[in-house]
C-alpha cells in the first residue's frame, strides 16, 4: 500500500506564487516517476509537470516558465513551484506517483488564482 499525501494549496492574488509538496509512503521499494496533474470540473484531468527519478523533466506548454518541479528521493518528495499564476491556473491539483507498475493517487489540493 502507498500513500500520497498533497499539500501547499490556496487562495493566491494573480501574478502571485505557490509551492506544492506531495509526499509518498509505505510500501515503496523505488519510485520510478512523479508528477502533478490538475483538473477542473467538467473537464479531464490534465498533465502539468513530471519529473524521473534520474531527473528528467517535462513540462505542459501552458505552465513552461512559470512553474518549476523538484524533487527529493531521499523524502519520496515531490514539489511544485507555481510563479506568475494566472486564474486559468485555477484547478485541484493532484500528485501521481508512479511504484512500478502502478501509478497511485493523492486526494487533491486546491489551487484559486482570484483577486
Known amino acids: 500500500q502507498v500513500q500520497v499525501v498533497e499539500s501547499g494549496g490556496g487562495l493566491v492574488q494573480p501574478g502571485g506564487s505557490l509551492r506544492l509538496s506531495c509526499a509518498a509512503s509505505g510500501s515503496i521499494a523505488s519510485i520510478y516517476g512523479m508528477g502533478w496533474y490538475r483538473q477542473v470540473p467538467g473537464k479531464q484531468r490534465e498533465f502539468v509537470a513530471g519529473?524521473?527519478?534520474?531527473?528528467?523533466?517535462n513540462y505542459a506548454d501552458s505552465v513552461k516558465g512559470r512553474f518549476t518541479i523538484s524533487r527529493d528521493n531521499a523524502k519520496n518528495t515531490v514539489y511544485l513551484q507555481m510563479n506568475s499564476l494566472k486564474p486559468e491556473d485555477t484547478a485541484v491539483y493532484y500528485c501521481?506517483?508512479?511504484?512500478?507498475?502502478?501509478?497511485?493517487w493523492g486526494q487533491g489540493t486546491q489551487v484559486t488564482v482570484s483577486s
Open positions: 519529473i524521473t527519478r534520474s531527473g528528467i523533466i
Open positions: 501521481n506517483v508512479a511504484v512500478g507498475a502502478h501509478g497511485y
